[in-house]
């Protein structure tokens, strides 16, 4: 039982370690693309930001193929 409780913890933990390096991954993602954009590299996708992205799709998309 011990052991077992112990091994429900240490997947747990590994999980919290993956999301938050996931999320540090996107985070950063974000600041990249703000600093690219001349945005405010603060990490959030506010409204400037998709506002750009939106943009960027609709580029991409009028282009000729």
């Known amino acids: 039982p011990l052991f077992c409780e112990n091994f429900v913890f240490f997947q747990a933990v590994m ?4 999301k938050n390096k996931e999320e540090k991954a996107v985070e950063d993602a974000v600041k990249e693309f703000q600093r ?4 405010t590299p603060d990490r959030v996708v506010g409204f400037n930001s998709w506002y750009k992205i939106r943009k960027g799709f609709e580029e991409f998309y ?3 193929k």
């Open 36 to 39: 690219i954009f001349d945005l």
């Open 62 to 64: 009028k282009a000729p």
């Open 15 to 18: 999980i919290i370690m993956r």
